[in-house]
């Protein structure tokens, strides 16, 4: 990944204490595994910012190497990979993505 795509993506990390990159918008997502990992982010009360990658091929790779995770959705918080839409889930089935929404707040 080149020095520009990754100043880009850590930019977008910036944005928000939550962020996602995914397919499609929060609003309409374009794949399943996205508007499960979004489902799980709005159920859990988190304000987020999200990118989608399909408009943008540099960082739609450059992601999968950001932090070495080769699938999307990628979920951050506080610029932390948390991981894509299975692990988002089983946090939120377990009450702890509720609270790390929280904590990223401040509240």
Same mark, same amino acid.
């Given at each position: 990944?080149? @020095? ?6 850590? &930019?977008?990390? @910036?944005?928000? %204490? !939550?962020?996602? /990159?995914?397919?499609?918008?929060? @609003?309409? +997502?374009?794949? $399943? ?5 979004? $489902? ?7 304000? /987020?910012?999200? /990118?989608? !990658?399909?408009?943008?091929? &540099? ?10 995770? %080769?699938?999307? +959705? ?8 948390? $991981? ?5 889930? @089983?946090?939120? &089935?377990?009450? &702890? ?8 707040a401040g509240n």
């Open positions: 990944m080149n @020095e520009i795509v990754k100043k880009r993506i850590d &930019e977008m990390l @910036e944005q928000s %204490p !939550v962020f996602v /990159f995914m397919k499609g918008t929060p @609003e309409f +997502p374009m794949c $399943g595994f996205s508007a499960r990992a979004v $489902g799980a982010l709005k159920a859990s009360n988190a304000r /987020f910012s999200s /990118f989608n !990658v399909l408009d943008d091929d &540099e960082i739609r790779e450059g992601v999968r190497h950001y932090a070495n995770f %080769p699938t999307i +959705p990628q979920i951050y918080i506080k610029k932390q990979l948390v $991981g894509g839409s299975d692990i988002v889930m @089983e946090l939120y &089935e377990s009450g &702890e993505l509720q609270k790390m929404v929280k904590d990223s």
